[in-house]
Nanobody, 127 residues
Framework: QVRLVESGGGSVQAGGSLRLSCAAS????????MGWFRQAPGKEREGVAD??????????HYSDSVKGRFTISQDNDNMVLYLEMNNLEPEDTAMYYC??????????????????WGQGTQVTVSS
């Protein structure tokens, strides 16, 4: 079974940084893509970043809203997904979710492409 557990959320001031982690079990680096999504109250779930980290190849995608500020990475030895978030803005306030999609099928930043989800970790950015 696939299990995804996020951690690292918290409250920061605008301009600050946070690093989210997602411990993944039951996924294999070569057959899954991993992503981060976020959902603010009253808004739809939004794709933030996606990564394929197989042997000899790393491919990432970012939404325009976080490009240049957020970095997604994956520790394949321990199967941990990270999201490094810098220069945070109040608009980044949301619940952040880790997700996995089999065989990297579908659009990397669309939630309907993903098969497994974590429970989420809250990020709050104050101005």
């Amino acid at each position: 079974q696939v299990r995804l557990v996020e951690s690292g959320g918290g409250s920061v001031q605008a301009g600050g940084s946070l690093r989210l982690s997602c411990a993944a079990s039951g996924v294999h680096q070569n057959t899954y893509c991993m992503g981060w999504f976020r959902q603010a109250p009253g808004k739809e779930r939004e794709g933030v970043a996606d990564i394929y980290s197989g042997i000899g190849s790393v491919v990432t995608h970012y939404s325009d809203s976080v490009k240049g500020r957020f970095t997604i990475s994956q520790d394949n030895d321990n199967m941990v997904l990270y999201l490094e978030m810098n220069n945070l803005e109040p608009e980044d306030t949301a619940m952040y979710y880790c997700a996995a999609r089999r065989y990297c099928s579908g659009n990397p930043l669309e939630s309907r492409s993903y098969h497994y989800w974590g429970q989420g970790t809250q990020v709050t950015v104050s101005s």
